[in-house]
């Protein structure tokens, strides 16, 4: 048998180190690649199926309310719905980039919602449907959607994951309870691309709509949502105030800027329901 020269062993260990590689890289776990910024609206063509639902069913009255004719709702777009809301429970939304994600959960919070109330359709107010138990009221505790192996609520959306993790308070002018005192259902999806644009639009179309700030005889009556989530918008009067400043028409803006403080809370409970 010929051994090999020196040129032979280099060229024979170079050989067997290729190898050794290629089935060291066949075995492995397949590394998570990052999702490059560029691909931020990851998602679009997923949300369309909502877009179709809120393009047909949201109806935009000429106050600037919202609301959602839940009456009309076709049994083929009940079942696109709830394929669109299986589709986004199948998504790794982890690996999408960050403004992906927010929309992701805006859309999904929305969408289980109307499904909810369709299920349980007619109804007078979201409050009426309990699926916690028996003392609960409204359905937002119940563990009914699953998202990367992870039960979640409605609560746990909002508040563990939207409310947590960006801490930004223009989400509460972009989930929507079902309710008349709820800011607006927008009538399209979100996505990362109009994210930023469509939490502004929310939060100047709650603000500006007497449901949500309105102010009479220099006494300022505003929604519950800022007495519920206070520490979202500051830590007193005067700094809910200013936050209602930001998005106020002039008109609101002047007589705000006379007040200190707020003198009554409201909303109302009443379904969003387009009869």
Not at 145 to 151: A, I, L, M, N, S
Not at 164 to 171: A, E, G, H, L, T
Not at 232 to 261: C, K, M, W
Request: glycine share 6%.
């Amino acid at each position: 048998m010929n051994h090999p020269t020196g040129t032979g062993r280099r060229n024979a260990a170079a050989l067997l180190l290729l190898i050794a590689l290629t089935l060291g890289a066949a075995g492995a776990a397949p590394t998570p690649q990052a999702v490059p910024p560029g691909q931020a609206t990851h998602m679009d063509n997923e949300h369309l199926p909502w877009g179709q639902i809120l393009s047909r069913y949201v109806v935009a009255r000429p106050d600037g309310l919202n609301l959602f004719a839940y009456s009309r709702v076709t049994p083929a777009d009940r079942t696109l719905l709830k394929q669109y809301i299986a589709t986004l429970e199948a998504t790794r939304v982890s690996a999408l980039p960050r403004d992906a994600q927010m929309a992701f959960w805006i859309n999904l919070y929305n969408a289980r919602t109307i499904d909810i109330v369709l299920d349980h359709y007619p109804v007078k107010s979201i409050r009426d449907i309990s699926l916690g138990g028996l003392f609960t009221i409204g359905p937002w505790k119940q563990k009914n959607t699953t998202v990367e192996g992870r039960q979640l609520s409605l609560d746990d959306i909002e508040h563990a994951i939207l409310r947590k993790q960006w801490k930004d308070p223009r989400i509460h002018y972009a989930v929507n309870c079902a309710s008349i005192g709820c800011p607006n259902l927008a009538s399209r999806p979100f996505t990362a691309k109009s994210l930023d644009a469509m939490l502004d639009e929310g939060a100047r179309s709650y603000v500006n709509h007497p449901r949500g700030v309105s102010v009479k005889n220099g006494k300022l009556t505003i929604s519950r949502i800022w007495q519920w989530y206070r520490e979202d918008f500051g830590r007193n009067d005067t700094d809910v105030i200013r936050h209602l400043s930001t998005y106020a028409e002039p008109a609101l803006q002047r007589d705000l800027a006379s007040l200190r403080e707020i003198d009554g809370y409201g909303y109302d409970w009443n379904l969003n329901d387009a009869k």
